[in-house]
């Protein structure tokens, strides 16, 4: 174990240090929506032109093409949540597909679809989740027919995220219906604007619709589009979903918003006191960050066993539940300390953070939910990390 | 000793759930959610009908001469259909003036009087906010007052902790989580102060105790929700409600809020006999459900997958609901400090 940052990382850390707080006035604001707004694109395209992001992707395909370097890496990162400077883009496209297509893709889908990927100028979706195949992933009945040279897809995707801004979507589709369940699907790339896909918007519990319902119809597209082997879309799959779950527990992301926290409540008064100097606040305030020091930590010990090649172990497995966790617990401390405020949602005078803590405790609870549940990643522990025998096998095959 | 329910007061719970259920249901309550004036005042009438604003008046003043536990049974079947209602505001004022302003009394009972309450400031109070009683009348600004929208009388709190009676002047309507209940921030500019009234936090406990019911038949609600979600939808070829996970979410949720609903009953009885501790247990009985209530949104909206997540089934309606008590008159640790207070184990 050695923390401690030679004179070349200190170095690199204050020219992090500088780039951001130089550029800072670069980045989009709350007020530039819109995922390829300009401003959004053009932050993007500065950020991999300096190296901090898309760090060690290499350049054929857009990346900055660095040696990979986990301290580096850290140090970007935490540049990022100490400066509360905004992070550079960070869709499913950019977090779980192009590691996929790293790993797995034809040199064509590389070089096709990483540089405008990355680049935040192809959005993507995610088409897994269907009404029938949620936590059984592999029981999904999205059927894709053989012809020629292309497949004809027929049936329903739900909870699909951005499907309506996206230009693309990687979708798991049933290709031979006689095979075992986890063996008959297969992982596809095509875009959205083919003829047959109807995308229906879905409003959720924060009132505004992030994710959708999405219906196809004799929609063929090219077998070109098939990532891998038609048939072994289950083995891709899993590859993303682990990408998933590390970006949904990312513990930079998580200890930029405890650095709001702590804002907010230095910031905030109530009945003359500052929020922060309320004991049973602050309290509350220290025990989250010592989990947030935790998952940081924790992450650290993760980029160390993936760079040497050895098993993350139980360190991966619990991410998603943990950082998930600790996000939603953050938002519900903020929201408490703001008392009667803190219920405030929309617009108004009062409003504090735009209302985003209100937005987040809720749409934190989605992604408690999205991605594999709570449920599902505690089996998930319990089988694969502690080894524990696996729940009774389903009675019917689905 | 007995602990329960009397026959009337199941009758009485039996009656209002019958009237939430078929006048109430989540369609209508869309509608109100939606800005509907037409289906508010479905329920206002329904509930006028019944009698329910009068429930704690005496009988020779017009109402039903029942006590807090009652209330709380009604409050209960409210929140069970987060029902949007004066209900609480109703019921709070009028047991505050019952034995001051008899007059002021009948006419809640008759209807011809509706209470909007802002007691807010007496739990806590931000920077230039807050509303003072001096010579010319209350001035400033109270957060989130309850049915203040449409009220003919305001009950407010001052500084010192007085309350009074005032006619509604100015108000700003807040953007909430939820949109089925209407809170505004009063602004009054010199009002009249009708009645004062030294009260020492009987009107603070009374609201606070109401809230706690309001959360508790939320929580039932969403628990009764994620059982029935659970005993149909199928993952793995089973119903989800065969897996001991989802189950025990199920277990755990039921464990919480059975004893929940036996302290406030027990505080509901205990303010109606003007017990000593009634106080701290009707703070202590707000706390406590508040961190029960919010287990029990975030637990049942994990039941329901993804779907909890949408606004397909409505169950965000509920979770709302109770995110919005929570924070009304007090979070759960400003209460166990009043709570610690009031019976001299802590420094005020
Ligand atoms: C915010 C959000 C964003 C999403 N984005 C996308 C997206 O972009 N693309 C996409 O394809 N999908 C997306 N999803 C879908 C998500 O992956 C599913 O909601 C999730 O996998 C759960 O499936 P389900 O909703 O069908 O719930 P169900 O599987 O029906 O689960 C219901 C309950 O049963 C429990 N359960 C199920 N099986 C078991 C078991 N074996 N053991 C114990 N408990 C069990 C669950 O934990 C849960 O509590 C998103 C979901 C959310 C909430």
Redesign the pocket.
Known sequence: MDLTLSPEYTAFRDHVAKLLEENAHLAPGPEDKGLKHPKRLAWQKFLIGEGLTARTIPKEYGGYGAEPDILKSRIIAEEFARSGVPRPLAG?GISMLVPTLLELGTPEQKEKYIRPTLHGEMIW?????EPG?????ASLQTKAVEDGDDYVINGQ??????ARQADMIFCLVRTDPAAKKHHGITYILFPMDTPGIEVRPLV?MTGSA??NEVFFTDVRVPKSGVVFEPNKGWQVANATLTHERGMLGDPNATKARFVELVELMKRETVNGERLIDNPLLCDRLMALQAEVYAMQANGLRIMTSRLKRESVGLAGLVVKLQGCELNHQIAGLAIDALGELGVLYGDGEHLRSEGSWQWRYM?DL??I????????QK?IIAERGLDMPR?PKPAVRA | MEFGLSEDQTLLQETVRRFVAEQAPLDLIRKIAEGDAEAKQTIATGMDELGLNGVVIPEELGGAGLGMLDAVLVQECLGYGIVPSGFLANVVASSTLSSVDTGLAQAIAAGEARFGIALNDLVSRRDGAGLSAENGGLSGTSMMALSAEDATHLLVCDGEGNLHVCAPEDHQVLSTIDRTRVFVELKLSKAKSQMSVTDDRGALARACLLLAADSLGASQAMLDKAVEY?KE?K??GRV?GS?Q??KH?CAEMAAKIEPSRALIWHAAHALDMDEDEAQVMAFLAKAHMSEVATFVARTST??????G?TDLVGLHYWFKRIGVNRQLLGSPAQLRQMAAVAQGLAAA
């Open positions: 499913q979706c995610q088409g897994y989740s195949a949620g936590s059984d992933l995707k739900i909870w699909t995220s951005t959720d992030n994710f749409y989605g992604l939910i999205g991605g594999g549940t709570a449920q599902i089996n729940e | 659970a939808r993952q793995f989800i897996f996970a989802v979410l994990e039941v329901y997958g993804g779907m997540f």
